[in-house]
C-alpha cells in the first residue's frame, strides 16, 4: 500500500511537470506570435548604413507613417571606409526590412552582412552611376555631385515604391521635388564658383572629387588617401611640391578628421586652410534638423560659399 501511494506521487509530479511544460511552451508561442504581430504592425523598419545615406531615405519617406529608420553606425563616425560589422549591428539587420547602402565599396563589410544573413533585403542607392576612380579603386563619395545625390534619391524612391507600393505615390513625390531643387543648386553652385581663376586645391580625403569634377575644381593632391592612415613624411613632400608647383592658395581639411597635417602642409605651400562639409555626419546643432528636405542643399550651398571664399572671385 505504502508503495502504491509511493508510485501514484510519483505519476503526479510528473505528470505537473509535464503539464507545466506544456504551459510554458504556449506561453512562449503565444508571445512570439504577438511580437510578430507587433512587428507587422509597426511598419517597416529601414536600416541605413551610414549619414548620406540616412538622410537621403529621410527625404524619400518624409511623410509617410509607420518607418522606423535607424543608422547602423554612429552618426560621429564619418565616412565608414573601414567599418567592420559588430555582433549587434548583425542583430540589429536580422531584424530589419530593408538594408539600405552607397555601394561603390563604401561598405567594405556588405559580403560579410550577406553571407551572415542571406535573406536580408538590399538596397544600393548607387546602382547605374559611373563611378570615378581613385587610387585604381572605386571612389565611392558619390553624393557629393548634385546630379548622383538626385541618382541615389531616385534609386530609394522606387525600391521603397516596389517594397511598399501602397506609398508609392508619396516617394516618387518626394524624389521629384528633390530632382526640382536640383537643377538650382547646381546653377547656384556654379554661378558662385564662376569668376573663381585658381581653381587648384587640395583636399583631404577623396570626398570632393565628384564635386571638384561637377563644378571644374582641379584637385593637385589629397592630404591622406585612405583617410584612416597618416601620410608618411615622403609623401607630405610630395604634397608640399605638388602645392607649390600648382600655385595652390587653399587646402580644405573635414571636421571628422584632424587638420594638424593640413596646417603644416599650407604653411610650407604659403597657404590657407579652411573646412568643407562631406556631409557625412548630422549636423552638430542646427534649426533646420527637422527640416530634411533641405538640409543637402543648405549644406552643399555653404560648401559653395567657402570654396568661392577661399579662393576669390
Ligand atoms: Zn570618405
Same mark, same amino acid.
Given at each position: 500500500m505504502k508503495n502504491i501511494k509511493k508510485i501514484s506521487r510519483k505519476y503526479i509530479r510528473c505528470g505537473l511537470a509535464i503539464c507545466l511544460a506544456v504551459l510554458i511552451f504556449f506561453a512562449t508561442f503565444l508571445v512570439s506570435c504577438n511580437t510578430q504581430k507587433k512587428y507587422l504592425n509597426d511598419g517597416i523598419t529601414i536600416v541605413s548604413s551610414f549619414y548620406p545615406i540616412h538622410l537621403f531615405t529621410e527625404v524619400v519617406t518624409h511623410?509617410?507613417?509607420?518607418i522606423k529608420l535607424v543608422d547602423?553606425?554612429?552618426?560621429?563616425?564619418?565616412?565608414?571606409?573601414d567599418y567592420s560589422l559588430l555582433p549587434a549591428d548583425i542583430i540589429q539587420l536580422n531584424s530589419t526590412s530593408l538594408f539600405i547602402v552607397n555601394g561603390g565599396g563604401m561598405e567594405s563589410f556588405i559580403d560579410k552582412a550577406i553571407k551572415e544573413l542571406p535573406d536580408l533585403r538590399i538596397i544600393t542607392a548607387s546602382r547605374g552611376i559611373d563611378f570615378l576612380t581613385s587610387n585604381g579603386r572605386l571612389?565611392?563619395?558619390?553624393?557629393?555631385?548634385p546630379d548622383f545625390a538626385a541618382k541615389e534619391v531616385q534609386n530609394i524612391a522606387n525600391s521603397l515604391s516596389e517594397f511598399d507600393p501602397i506609398h508609392a505615390s508619396i516617394y516618387q513625390k518626394n524624389s521629384e521635388q528633390f530632382l526640382v531643387k536640383i537643377d538650382l543648386l547646381k546653377a547656384s553652385i556654379s554661378e558662385k564658383l564662376k *569668376? @573663381?581663376?585658381?581653381?587648384n586645391i587640395i583636399t583631404?580625403?577623396?570626398?570632393f572629387d565628384y564635386f571638384a569634377h561637377d563644378f571644374s575644381?582641379?584637385?593637385?593632391?589629397?592630404?591622406?588617401?585612405?583617410?584612416d592612415n597618416s601620410p608618411s613624411p615622403s609623401m607630405i613632400s610630395e604634397i608640399i611640391d605638388l602645392g607649390k608647383k600648382n600655385n595652390v592658395s587653399a587646402l580644405f581639411t573635414e571636421a571628422?578628421?584632424?587638420?594638424d597635417i593640413a596646417a603644416i602642409i599650407a604653411n610650407e605651400i604659403g597657404a590657407k586652410t579652411f573646412e568643407l562639409d562631406p556631409?557625412?555626419?548630422?549636423?552638430?546643432? *542646427? @534649426?533646420?534638423?527637422?527640416?530634411?528636405?533641405?538640409e543637402y542643399f543648405m549644406r552643399m550651398e555653404k560648401n559653395a560659399d567657402i570654396l568661392k571664399n577661399a579662393l576669390g572671385g
Open positions: 511623410n509617410v507613417d509607420g547602423l553606425t554612429p552618426p560621429s563616425i564619418g565616412c565608414i571606409h571612389n565611392p563619395h558619390v553624393w557629393m555631385s *569668376s @573663381v581663376t585658381n581653381r583631404f580625403h577623396a570626398a575644381l582641379n584637385i593637385v593632391s589629397l592630404i591622406e588617401n585612405d583617410p571628422q578628421y584632424p587638420s556631409i557625412v555626419s548630422p549636423k552638430l546643432s *542646427s @534649426v533646420y534638423v527637422d527640416i530634411p528636405q533641405d
